[in-house]
């Protein structure tokens, strides 16, 4: 299969990719979240064909995507507080999980009870939901196991001859996947952080939001996943990521001792650091992943930089850390799942 590359804001890219989902095909589009892999959410066969070209293990559930409300009659039930936060972050990086009907497909949930939806905010995004008016299922456009794409080149790279169309919109504003917040069982809880953080979420509820255990660690043996793509092994790059954490110069020196050891044993070492620390790792290879002021610049960079280490062949990479707050808790679950966890404290 030939798979094209249209531009997303063009109105035939639109049709075209409206039109292949009403035939059950699969098409690759941009969001302000990462790229996704999208079918017709009420087609059976178009949904499996998405686990098909993913490698996706067929446990692990899809998000559905919509761009009106309207949408969610006859799919699911409402939990208390949804309308609440719809009202406050819909359209945007939300996901909610809500209990489903039987019209939802099984192979969009993987057999659960509840299935996930969110309403995307990108304005090409919501063109084409509109076009075809059809609920569209969609994981993120990665061979499993790969960092999200957040760019159309990141698309093609894993999904070239598998899928006919990707839309490309350009860099991916968030670049990190959305909240996952679970309203169904009691306690609101986040199973997945993203743009929106637990306390704006907090704000809106007037009450406390849990954040699932496995979020900083790795689940323990007999864990049960929450939200099951936990379970899987994410985001790693063929190298070894190792997290350096402490006092800021102390960290820089442990960057640079450790890249440059490793480089003496014969290895392709580098180093993950902030813009303001650039200059003091000049001799290893630094890769910039934003400035320590702001946290959604590195969200948005962080899986275009793992990509590039394995285009480079990395065995070994040091990387700075972030306070895990705000937007920085879903960048230390990403950073630190790349890490499979492993820590230096200096
Ligand atoms: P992806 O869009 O590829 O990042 O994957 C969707 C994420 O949403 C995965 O981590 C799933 O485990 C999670 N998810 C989707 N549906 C559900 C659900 N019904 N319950 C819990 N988590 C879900
Ligand atoms: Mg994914």
């Known amino acids: 299969m030939q798979t094209k590359v249209m531009d997303a804001n063009s109105p035939e890219a639109i049709e075209l990719a409206a039109r292949l989902f009403s035939q059950g095909q699969l098409v690759g589009f941009p969001t302000e979240t990462v790229y996704?892999?999208?079918a017709n959410a009420l087609d059976p066969q178009a949904v499996l064909s998405i686990f098909a070209a993913k490698g996706r293990p067929a446990d692990n559930p899809l998000?559905?995507?919509?761009?009106?409300?309207?949408q969610l009659e006859g799919l699911c039930e409402i939990p208390q507080g949804a309308e609440q936060l719809m009202d406050a972050f819909w359209p945007g990086p939300l996901t909610l999980l809500f209990p489903r009907t039987e019209r939802v497909p099984k192979e969009v949930t993987a057999g659960l009870p509840t299935v996930a939806i969110r309403m995307p905010s990108m304005p090409c995004t919501r063109k084409l939901l509109q076009a075809c008016d059809l609920p569209i299922a969609a994981p993120s456009a990665n061979r499993s196991g790969r960092p999200s794409p957040t760019l159309a080149s990141h698309v093609l790279e894993d999904m070239d001859g598998r899928i006919p169309l990707i839309?490309?919109?350009g860099e991916c504003q968030v670049g990190l996947e959305s909240t996952v917040l679970?309203?169904?069982h009691g306690e609101p809880t986040i199973l997945r952080p993203g743009g929106i953080?637990?306390?704006m979420a907090e704000e809106v509820l007037g009450r406390e939001v849990a954040l699932a255990g496995s979020i900083l660690r790795p689940l323990q043996e007999g864990e049960v996943a929450l939200s099951p793509g936990m379970r899987y092994k994410h985001y790693a790059p063929q190298g070894n990521v190792t997290?350096?954490?402490g006092e800021e110069a102390a960290v820089v020196r442990a960057l640079r001792e450790n890249c440059l050891l490793d480089r003496q044993a014969g290895k392709s070492s580098c180093v993950l650091c902030f813009t303001e620390h650039m200059e003091a790792l000049a001799d290893c290879d630094p890769h910039d992943i934003g400035s320590i002021q702001d946290q959604a610049q590195v969200a948005h960079r962080l899986f275009d930089t793992l990509r590039q280490?394995?285009?480079?062949?990395?065995?070994?990479?040091y990387s700075e850390v972030v306070p895990p707050e705000g937007v920085g808790l879903a960048v230390m679950n990403r950073l630190g799942r790349a890490a499979a966890f492993r820590t230096m404290k200096v």
């Open 182 to 184: 679970d309203l169904t």
């Open 243 to 245: 997290l350096v954490e």
């Open 63 to 70: 998000i559905v995507h919509i761009w009106r409300r309207e």
């Open 167 to 169: 839309l490309d919109g």
């Open 36 to 38: 996704g892999l999208g």
């Open 197 to 199: 953080t637990k306390e």
């Open 309 to 317: 280490l394995d285009q480079e062949g990395r065995e070994t990479i």
